[in-house]
C-alpha cells in the first residue's frame, strides 16, 4: 500500500535500546551470583570469548547510563540475572543482587530512562538444571517464585515487564544458543516449552495481582515465513513453518490454546506434549497487555522434496532449518546478506508487524532489531558504521510506514546499547552504539567510544524519527577518542 501522507510516531514513542545480562554485565561469580547454565557452557565456537567479564556492565553501569542518556534514549530494555537474584534459582534471595538491579534502576530513573525489564534471558539457574531444568515442573513455580521478589523489589519503579526473551528459539536452536543438553529429544523439549508457556501465564497473572497498573507480555523472536514461490505445496511449507517459528508461542501467549497447525505437526510428529489438568486454564488467565518481539529478517522456505531433503538456510542463528514433510529452509534471492549470513529485509519488517498486529490487535514494543557487523577504530579514533545506520534507517522507516497502516506500536529498542559478547560470533560481531574496546582475549581497557550510529540515533530521537538523514559530519572529542 502506498501511503500519500505518513503518520508521525505517539509523542510518547520509547525509543530505546537492549541488552541482556549475560551478554554485557561479566562479573560472572561476583557478590554471591550463582552459576547459569550460561556460565557452565563448556564449548563455544572457535576463536570466541565467553561472558566471564563480557563488558564489565556491572561494575561500569553508571558510564554506560550517562552514555545513553548522551545518546538520548527513553528506554533501556535489560535482562535481570535469574542467579544474581536467587544464585541456586530456588530459596534464598542475593541481597547483593538486589542491590544492583536497585542501583541499575535507580540510575536510569535519575536520567528519565524508562526501565523495561526482561525476567529470564536464556540464563536458566544451573541448580535448577541440575535437577531436570524445565522438564521438571517445579521450575515452573521457581520461576513463579524469582518473578515475585522481582515485582516485589523492583515493582514500584519498573512499569514494562517482558516474562521470557525468545523461548521459541530456545526450543528449536538451543544447541546454537549453547544452553541445551544434547540428550534431550525434540518430544522432551515441548514438554519444556509447555511448561514455559504455564510459567509464563502464572507470572503475568501474578504481575495483574500485585502491580495493576504495570504492563507484562511475552518477548519471542517473530520472523515472517515466505514461500520460496507461488507454488501452493510452497504456500503450504511457508504456513507450516510460520506456524511452527511464529504463531504458536503468540497463540498460547495471547489466547491461552495452542495453534491448531502446530497442535497437527506436534501429533504428526510424536512431540505433543502431556497437558496435566488445569493448565488450560491457567494459560487462559495469562492475558498479555502487550506483545513485545525481536526481529532481525523474515525466512524463506520451500516444500521438502522427500526423506533426507528437509534442511536448508543460511546464517549463524538458524544455520539449517527444516522438517521432514513440513518445510524445508532456503534462501531468499532477492534480499541481500550481512557479513555473517543474516539476510537483510526491511520491508519484511513491516509486512511482520502488520501480520502480528492483524492476528493479536495488542500494542508491539520491538525488543531486538540490529546489524551485527566488525567495527574498527580509523585513524582519528572514530568507529564510522555507516552500514549500522543504513540498515537502522531502513527498518525505522518501514516500523513508520507499519504505524500508518494502523499498527499500534509504542516503543523500538534496537539491539544493542552497548557493544556486547554475540552468543554465537563473540565480541567481533558487534551490534552496538557504543563501541567497547576489547578483543575476544585481551580485555585492554574496555573503553566506550560513541560510534558514529550513536549520534545519528540521537538525532532520530530529538526529532522523533522525523529526521532519519545521515550526519554531516563526525568529529569524536579528543578525550573520547582511541588513537
Known amino acids: 500500500m502506498k501511503h500519500t501522507q505518513l503518520k508521525p510516531f505517539p509523542k510518547d514513542?520509547?525509543?530505546?535500546?537492549?541488552?541482556?545480562?549475560?551478554?554485557?554485565?561479566?562479573?560472572?561469580?561476583?557478590?554471591?551470583?550463582?552459576?547459569?547454565?550460561?556460565?557452565?557452557?563448556?564449548?563455544?565456537?572457535?576463536?570466541?570469548?565467553?561472558?566471564?567479564?563480557?563488558?564489565?556492565?556491572?561494575?561500569?553501569?553508571?558510564?554506560?547510563?550517562?552514555?545513553?542518556?548522551?545518546?538520548?534514549?527513553?528506554?533501556?530494555?535489560?535482562?535481570v540475572a535469574w542467579t544474581r537474584i536467587i544464585p541456586n534459582g530456588t530459596g534464598e534471595v542475593n541481597p547483593k543482587g538486589i542491590e544492583f538491579y536497585n542501583h541499575l534502576i535507580n540510575e536510569l530513573i535519575k536520567y528519565k530512562i524508562e526501565p523495561i525489564v526482561t525476567m529470564y534471558h536464556f540464563d536458566l539457574p544451573y541448580a535448577l538444571q541440575e535437577r531436570g531444568g524445565w522438564s521438571n515442573r517445579k521450575t515452573i513455580d521457581a520461576f513463579v517464585d524469582y518473578a515475585k521478589v522481582l515485582f516485589e523489589n523492583y515493582g514500584d519503579r519498573v512499569k514494562y515487564w517482558l516474562t521470557i526473551n525468545e523461548q521459541n528459539m530456545m526450543i528449536m536452536h538451543g544447541k546454537a544458543i549453547g544452553i541445551l543438553d544434547p540428550n534431550l529429544g525434540e518430544r522432551e523439549l515441548y514438554q519444556q516449552n509447555h511448561h514455559m508457556f504455564v510459567a509464563q501465564a502464572k507470572v503475568m497473572d501474578l504481575c495483574h495481582q500485585m502491580l495493576p497498573e504495570a504492563l507484562i507480555g511475552p518477548a519471542p523472536n517473530i520472523s515472517y515465513v515466505y514461500p520460496a514461490t507461488s507454488n501452493p505445496e510452497d504456500v503450504l511449507a511457508a504456513q507450516n513453518f510460520n506456524a511452527i517459528r511464529n504463531w504458536l508461542y503468540l497463540d498460547v501467549a495471547v489466547y491461552g490454546y495452542y495453534n491448531a497447525t502446530a497442535w497437527s505437526f506436534l501429533e504428526e510428529k510424536g512431540y505433543a506434549p502431556t497437558i496435566k489438568d488445569g493448565d488450560r486454564e491457567i494459560l487462559k488467565k495469562a492475558n498479555p497487555d502487550f506483545i513485545a518481539f525481536n526481529y532481525y529478517a523474515t525466512k524463506t522456505v520451500e516444500a521438502p522434496a522427500g526423506e533426507g531433503d528437509?534442511?536448508?538456510?543460511?546464517?549463524?542463528?538458524?544455520?539449517?532449518?527444516?522438517?521432514?514433510?513440513?518445510?524445508?529452509?532456503?534462501?531468499?534471492?532477492?534480499?541481500?546478506?550481512?557479513?555473517?549470513?543474516?539476510?537483510?529485509?526491511?520491508?519484511?519488517?513491516?509486512?511482520?508487524?502488520?501480520e502480528v498486529y492483524e492476528r493479536y490487535r495488542l500494542p508491539i514494543i520491538i525488543t531486538e532489531n540490529g546489524l551485527g557487523a566488525i567495527d574498527k577504530i580509523e585513524e582519528d579514533g572514530t568507529i564510522r558504521d555507516v552500514y549500522r545506520i543504513s540498515y537502522l534507517k531502513q527498518h525505522i522507516e518501514q516500523m513508520q510506514l507499519a504505524i500508518t497502516d494502523g499498527v499500534d506500536i509504542f516503543g523500538y529498542c534496537p539491539w544493542s546499547a552497548i557493544d556486547l559478547v554475540s552468543t554465537h560470533s563473540g565480541i567481533k560481531k558487534r551490534y552496538g552504539f557504543i563501541f567497547v574496546d576489547r578483543e575476544e582475549f585481551d580485555l585492554k581497557e574496555l573503553r566506550r567510544i560513541p560510534k558514529q550510529s550513536f549520534y545519528w540515533y540521537n538525532k532520530v530521537i530529538r526529532s522523533n524519527g522525523e529526521d532519519l538523514s545521515e550526519l554531516t559530519e563526525y568529529v569524536l572529542p579528543e578525550s573520547k577518542r582511541i588513537m
Do not use: C
Request: charged share 25%.
Open 13 to 79: 514513542f520509547l525509543w530505546g535500546a537492549s541488552t541482556s545480562a549475560y551478554q554485557v554485565e561479566g562479573a560472572w561469580n561476583e557478590d554471591g551470583k550463582g552459576p547459569s547454565v550460561i556460565d557452565m557452557r563448556e564449548k563455544y565456537p572457535e576463536g570466541t570469548t565467553d561472558y566471564k567479564v563480557a563488558s564489565d556492565h556491572y561494575h561500569r553501569y553508571q558510564e554506560d547510563i550517562a552514555l545513553m542518556a548522551e545518546m538520548g534514549i527513553k528506554a533501556y530494555r535489560f535482562s
Open 310 to 354: 528437509e534442511k536448508g538456510g543460511s546464517g549463524d542463528q538458524e544455520i539449517v532449518i527444516g522438517e521432514a514433510g513440513v518445510y524445508k529452509g532456503t534462501s531468499n534471492p532477492n534480499l541481500p546478506t550481512t557479513d555473517f549470513g543474516w539476510q537483510i529485509d526491511p520491508v519484511g519488517f513491516r509486512i511482520t508487524l502488520r
